[in-house]
């Protein structure tokens, strides 16, 4: 890899990390063809830049590139000028309708300072943007210089690099000596560059938005921009401005030259086609290939950043979508009423948009999902038939009419917020079916969640029409299993499970998450087992009068009391291997009221003589 694609990867990086984009779309059914807008800002890092030296510099040819760009003059009066260029089309969506453009350079040196900022002129001198219109070459010498002292006069040019009078050193010159500046060029914007250490300077106008929209539209008509000083006449009053190479060098992108562009582009809006045609298998979701999606005026392949939605427009019967590669919607919409959708593969849902369902069939997830818009059930049946098919830490919303249905062991599901009463109605109206999986809700409403359990148990048989339900507890005919549910705290104030919970590792829970397992009556601490520990919290609750399945509170009446006894005794003596692995903490904290001492051995003599099979 040569040094240029080494400071190209290098920008590339750090640049994606302060790229920012905020998608606004609503959540719905759009008609095919429609578009909505997409508001981002983005950061894009200059590809080449250059000094043009002028005076005696210029007799020589020298050329300049690391570590900075100069413009303005020197002590002998030599004129310096700046180029820069942005790949813009390598960026932007080509659909992008520019709305703000900023360019930022960060000054590294003064002149008079010998080689730094301390000791150089500190006004400000005014700095004029002009459009460049002839191709030029990136400088290659001083390549790796880190400083500014002993560089401002350049050195001898390499082939093809720019100078003041050639665009291309060897070949072709400039058509004007000095990058085709004349008296007549007007300025795009003008900045006022104070000699400051670390000054960064901008420059931003509604021209040098039509400017990079024309280069969006027109790539081959990109040539930068030309930085000159308004007063070429003074002297020893030039600003350096570290360039991208000089940033590279010392390893910092923040003074680097940037430029912001803010823009809006349209979302296409697609339709699933699902049949097979010339130039679609009516069966596959990939990107740019297969033409198995309606935009309103034929048929089109996908390309990521469009809105999509699976209907019963084209097709009526049950769908399988072969999703093997990672797609980024701006948004999903499912609406079927005439048959089943199942997306299935070794791909994934991922981006920033959501996910909502609606209509009254199935809609089934069989692929790994990282999508970040959250995920909303209008209608219908949800399923989600792997581990991941919902993202982890992302919101949930069911709606009345609504269910989702984990299929059986796909593991835990993590959300950051649990929505089954979107009308604000005061109970569940969704359904959500754990079967025999965990949940863990951040940040969670213990009560809240507790109501939405004891909603979908339904009196204990697990067929609720609405809230947090089991069926494979609805079908367990010893009637030993169920979901409990319980705040991720001990007495001391830490977490009961920090990096593992119902058998998945890996976690980082805190005393804020509501844990929900699905476990044996009697499991107070939701470790898997029915043990000492769960008689010692079901004895503390009955005797201080609390409530909660922690407490005791196996069937979600509000109290402790011989029901609940029974159901733990029952599972006692009759149930089988721990449910998961037992993960909990080697000693559970409990309450400790007063006379506590003779409630544990109470609890513990209760524990011995259930083991010798006497029932109490």
């Known amino acids: 890899m040569n040094r240029r694609q ?54 020589t040819n020298n050329s300049l590139a690391d570590p900075g760009i100069f413009v303005g003059t020197d002590g002998q009066g030599n004129p310096k000028r700046g180029l820069i260029e942005f790949n813009v089309a390598s960026v932007l969506p080509a659909n992008a309708m520019i709305t703000g453009v900023t360019l930022e350079l960060t000054v590294g040196q003064v002149a008079g300072s010998g080689g730094g900022v301390s000791g150089g002129g500190t006004g400000p001198e005014s700095m004029g943007l002009y459009d460049e219109t002839q191709p030029w070459g990136q400088p290659t010498n001083f390549a790796g210089a880190n400083s500014f002292g002993g560089h401002g006069h350049g050195a001898a040019p390499n082939s093809g690099d720019a100078t003041w009078n050639y665009a291309f050193y060897g070949s072709t010159a400039w058509n004007v000596p000095g990058g085709n500046w004349t008296l007549t060029s007007t300025d795009l914007a003008d900045a006022q560059v104070l000699g400051t250490d670390n000054y960064v300077a901008s420059w931003s106008s509604a021209a040098m938005v039509a400017d990079v929209q024309n280069w969006l539209a027109n790539p081959a008509a990109n040539y930068g921009w030309l930085i000159k000083n308004s007063d070429e006449t003074d002297s020893t009053d030039f600003r350096a401005f570290w360039s991208w190479q000089g940033a590279a060098n010392i390893n910092d992108p923040s003074v680097a030259p940037e430029l912001v562009v803010t823009y809006t582009a349209a979302t296409a809006n697609l339709a699933w086609y699902g049949i097979a045609n010339t130039d679609g298998d ?107 098919a919902l993202p982890t830490a992302s919101t949930l919303t069911i709606a009345a009419g609504g269910q989702v249905v984990m299929d059986a062991n796909t593991g835990l599901l993590i959300l950051s917020n649990l929505n089954l009463d979107p009308s604000g109605t005061g109970s569940a109206a969704g359904l959500l079916d754990l079967t025999n999986n965990g949940l863990v809700v951040e940040n969670g409403n213990l009560a809240l969640i507790t109501a939405d359990i004891k909603s979908g148990a339904n009196g204990l048989v697990w067929n609720g029409s609405a809230g947090i339900t089991s069926s494979t507890a609805a079908g367990d005919t010893r009637h ?70 922690q407490n005791g509170d196996l069937n979600y009446d509000g109290i402790v ?56």
């Open 6 to 59: 080494t400071i190209e990867n290098f920008f590339r990086r750090e640049q994606a990390k302060t790229r920012r984009s905020v998608v606004a779309a609503g959540v719905g059914l759009l008609a095919v063809g429609a578009v909505s807008a997409r508001a981002s800002v983005v950061d894009i890092p200059a590809v080449q830049d250059a000094t043009l030296l002028g005076g005696s510099d210029a007799s």
């Open 282 to 388: 009516g069966k596959t979701w990939d990107i740019g290939i297969n033409t198995n999606w309606n935009n309103g005026t034929g048929l089109v392949a996908y390309s990521d950043g469009a809105a999509v939605t699976f209907d019963n427009r084209f097709v009526t019967s049950n769908q399988t979508v072969i999703l093997n590669t990672t797609v980024s919607p701006a948004a999903i919409t499912v609406n079927n009423s005439s048959g089943s959708y199942t997306i299935i593969g070794t791909g994934g849902i991922n981006g920033t948009g959501s996910l909502t369902k609606m209509g009254s069939q199935r809609l089934t997830l069989a692929t790994a999902n990282h999508y970040t818009g959250g995920t909303v059930v209008d209608g219908g049946v949800l399923e989600l038939a792997v581990t991941g």
């Open 480 to 549: 030993l299993t169920a979901l409990g549910v319980m705040q991720n705290s001990s007495l001391s104030g830490d977490p009961l499970y920090s990096s593992s919970f119902d058998g998945t590792t890996g976690l980082s829970l805190t005393t804020s998450d509501v844990l929900v397992k699905f476990t044996y009556y009697g499991d107070a601490n939701l470790d898997g087992i029915v043990d000492g520990s769960d008689y010692s919290l079901i004895d503390n609750g009955y005797l201080n009068h609390l409530t909660g399945w």
């Open 561 to 616: 009391d011989g029901s609940d006894y029974t159901l733990i005794d029952n599972t006692f003596n009759t149930q089988g291997a721990a449910l998961t692995e037992a993960v909990a903490t080697s000693t559970v904290a409990v309450p400790e009221p007063a006379g506590f001492g003779i409630v544990w051995l109470v609890g513990s003599i209760l524990f011995q003589t259930r083991r010798r099979g006497r029932i109490c």
